[in-house]
């Protein structure tokens, strides 16, 4: 697949990645972009694949859209173990569509794994049994982290906060092959190399983005994100479905459970929000060290000018 797509790209236009922590505004810029070269987006934000999760996790609107095309928002059931295998596999030919209407795919998102799997390559890593997945299931949050850290602290570095789906995957991959996950992850290829691609992270100064990130956590209540997690609330998913993680799901998840009244639930999703955005912005300023930093409008102006 990689050479045969360093085939296309080399006689294509550039694919243009826009990253950035959460309300950032990635998605509205990549609209602008789109317009400005004739382009269409693609989501890389692991959140935004599920049907369930609208307004939780500030999928476009139609309005939002503009009348430009967007690709794999909305449509993975939130009962799935969607992983970054998968969504690899999913955007590959959503690309090569792209090109093939001869317009410019622009890929945007805040899940560094995914733009990290796009350009750097995905470990071909045999599957964990399932008596070892289950049994790693099992281990409690805290005893998953240390285990992880101890047997593949490369790996465990690159996980933000507690992550149970990606901490048991570091723990079953090791059980299974007696090999470190980030060891099987050295042995890949890019899937679009870098020369093919304009990268560019959105990184605004902490102050701004926390306050765009309190209002826009009220705005998704007032749009219907309480009734929205009322509805997943209804579906009885298992707990150990990744979606219900989301942050601001979960936590009005606990409010519908009695576990906490409303106002707590509302700031702590708040707060919770605010620490992710922090983790990614380190993550993105860690990782993305050959990408063009946008820090403000001027910054983002002149670079969407140069595309």
């Given at each position: 697949?990689?050479?045969?797509?360093?085939?296309i790209?080399g006689e294509?236009?550039?694919?243009?990645?826009?990253?950035?922590p959460?309300?950032s505004?990635?998605?509205?810029?990549?609209?602008?972009?789109?317009?400005?070269?004739g382009?269409?987006?693609?989501?890389?934000?692991?959140?935004?694949?599920?049907?369930d999760?609208?307004w939780?996790?500030?999928?476009?609107?139609?309005?939002?859209?503009?009348g430009?095309?967007?690709?794999?928002?909305?449509?993975?059931?939130?009962?799935?173990?969607?992983?970054?295998?998968?969504?690899?596999?999913?955007?590959v030919p959503?690309?090569?569509?792209?090109?093939?209407?001869?317009r410019?795919?622009i890929?945007?998102?805040?899940?560094?794994?995914?733009?990290?799997?796009?350009?750097e390559?995905?470990?071909?890593v045999?599957?964990?049994?399932?008596?070892?997945?289950?049994?790693?299931?099992?281990?409690?949050?805290?005893?998953?982290?240390?285990?992880?850290?101890?047997?593949?602290?490369?790996?465990s570095?690159?996980?933000?906060?507690?992550?149970?789906q990606r901490?048991?995957r570091?723990?079953?991959?090791?059980?299974?092959?007696?090999?470190?996950?980030?060891?099987?992850?050295?042995?890949?290829?890019?899937?679009?190399?870098?020369?093919?691609?304009?990268r560019?992270?959105?990184?605004?100064?902490r102050?701004?983005?926390?306050?765009?990130i309190?209002?826009?956590?009220?705005?998704?209540?007032?749009a219907?994100?309480?009734?929205e997690?009322?509805t997943?609330?209804?579906?009885?998913?298992p707990?150990?479905a990744?979606?219900?993680?989301?942050i601001?799901?979960?936590?009005?998840?606990?409010?519908?459970?009695?576990?906490?009244?409303?106002?707590?639930?509302i700031?702590?999703?708040?707060r919770?929000?605010r620490?992710?955005?922090?983790?990614?912005m380190?993550?993105?300023?860690?990782?993305?060290?050959?990408?063009t930093?946008?820090?403000?409008?001027?910054?983002k102006?002149?670079?969407?000018?140069?595309?």
């Amino acid at each position: 697949m990689g050479q045969a797509m360093e085939k296309i790209l080399g006689e294509m236009p550039l694919v243009v990645c826009i990253a950035g922590p959460t309300a950032s505004g990635k998605s509205a810029y990549a609209v602008d972009i789109a317009k400005a070269v004739g382009g269409e987006i693609i989501n890389a934000d692991a959140l935004q694949v599920y049907v369930d999760l609208h307004w939780l996790s500030a999928r476009p609107t139609e309005a939002d859209m503009a009348g430009v095309p967007h690709h794999l928002f909305g449509y993975v059931s939130g009962d799935t173990l969607y992983s970054t295998g998968d969504w690899v596999r999913d955007v590959v030919p959503v690309i090569l569509q792209v090109m093939g209407r001869n317009r410019i795919p622009i890929i945007v998102g805040g899940t560094g794994m995914y733009f990290r799997a796009l350009l750097e390559g995905l470990a071909n890593v045999p599957p964990v049994p399932r008596d070892i997945a289950s049994a790693v299931d099992l281990i409690p949050i805290s005893e998953m982290r240390r285990q992880a850290e101890e047997i593949d602290p490369a790996a465990s570095s690159r996980v933000l906060g507690d992550d149970p789906q990606r901490l048991a995957r570091i723990i079953g991959v090791h059980r299974a092959t007696g090999r470190a996950l980030s060891s099987w992850q050295d042995d890949t290829r890019p899937i679009i190399p870098a020369q093919f691609t304009r990268r560019s992270v959105l990184l605004p100064d902490r102050v701004s983005l926390y306050a765009r990130i309190n209002q826009r956590f009220d705005q998704m209540l007032e749009a219907g994100g309480l009734e929205e997690a009322q509805t997943v609330h209804a579906l009885g998913y298992p707990a150990r479905a990744p979606m219900l993680k989301a942050i601001g799901l979960s936590h009005l998840l606990s409010y519908l459970d009695g576990e906490c009244d409303l106002e707590n639930a509302i700031e702590t999703a708040k707060r919770d929000t605010r620490r992710l955005a922090k983790r990614q912005m380190t993550w993105f300023r860690n990782r993305c060290t050959d990408w063009t930093v946008l820090k403000n409008e001027a910054e983002k102006e002149i670079y969407a000018q140069s595309l």
